[in-house]
């Protein structure tokens, strides 16, 4: 049963590709709490995936934009204002990508144009995002943006290869763009750090079967699933956490925290 935390409360939802996707569940899940959304990805992503479904499960407009294009972000902002009538409340950052990942290229053999590639998309697109709202001053104050990020960020997980730098980069862009958008007009930007999540971009990963299984075995409560990050970023955008900013959040029931588990000692110990 819906709360209603977003009633009244409109946003942007970028990266839903297909109902795997984190933010394909985001959507839902603001929806049934009373939000307006706009969906958003790059055209070729639109045309891959089955986001036409989700909008009408949504009700809600879907803009074609490339997060890297500083044009299309400003096109997309002022069709936003101009389709909900006024400034929006939240926007979910919800892309990354990898060439070297997908080419499987090692991490001692990066292709360099991919590495620039990849950051883009994955990273510096988020400061364009918030660049430009800020610039047009688009989100109300007391206003929330998440960006998805992962705990590799911190930690060395060596088949994540170069997207560790990109979602290190995408949580020191939340400190410092929040810190300049908290001053002006409130507005708090954070990122989650979800647990392994068997998502597109997630599956491309090499031995992702294998970690999923290892992080569940170490978490105590266990991975958290995708429609769980979906309820946290509803409370990240509703009016009960105005007060939270600048954070990486960790969404991973309990990893982050845990050295070992009794599950993987008898894992080993059975193996001896």
Same mark, same amino acid.
């Given at each position: ?48 995936? &089955?986001? &036409? ?83 047009? %001053? ?22 994540? %290869? ?111």
């Amino acid at each position: 049963m819906s709360h209603n935390l977003l009633k009244g409360k409109k946003g942007i939802i970028f990266g839903a590709l297909d109902s795997s996707s984190i933010a394909w569940k985001v959507a839902l899940k603001c929806v049934e709490h009373g939000a307006e959304i706009i969906l958003t990805n790059a055209p070729i992503a639109l045309r891959m995936g &089955s986001i &036409s479904e989700l909008s009408k499960l949504c009700n809600a407009k879907v803009v074609p934009a490339d997060a890297t294009s500083v044009s299309d972000l400003e096109k997309l902002f002022k069709i936003a204002k101009k389709e909900f009538n006024g400034k929006i409340d939240f926007i979910l950052h919800s892309i990354g990508m990898s060439l070297n990942v997908r080419k499987k290229r090692e991490y001692t053999d990066l292709n360099y144009d991919f590495l620039m590639k990849g950051l883009d998309v994955s990273a510096v697109s988020f400061h364009k995002m918030l660049q430009i709202a800020y610039k047009l %001053n688009i989100i109300n104050d007391y206003g929330s943006v998440i960006a998805l990020s992962y705990i590799a960020a911190q930690r060395t997980f060596p088949d994540y %290869n170069d997207m560790a730098e990109n979602k290190s980069y995408l949580e020191s862009i939340a400190r410092s763009f929040g810190y300049h958008y908290g001053k002006r007009n409130k507005v708090r930007v954070n990122t989650i750090s979800q647990s392994p999540t068997f998502t597109t971009a997630g599956k491309g990963v090499v031995g992702f079967d294998a970690f999923f299984e290892y992080a569940n075995k170490i978490s105590p409560m266990g991975n958290a699933s995708s429609d769980d990050c979906a309820k946290y970023c509803v409370s990240l955008f509703s009016d009960y956490t105005r007060m939270v900013t600048m954070q990486n959040l960790f969404h991973d029931g309990g990893f982050s925290k845990t050295g070992v588990s009794q599950d993987v000692i008898d894992m080993f110990k059975s193996s001896i």
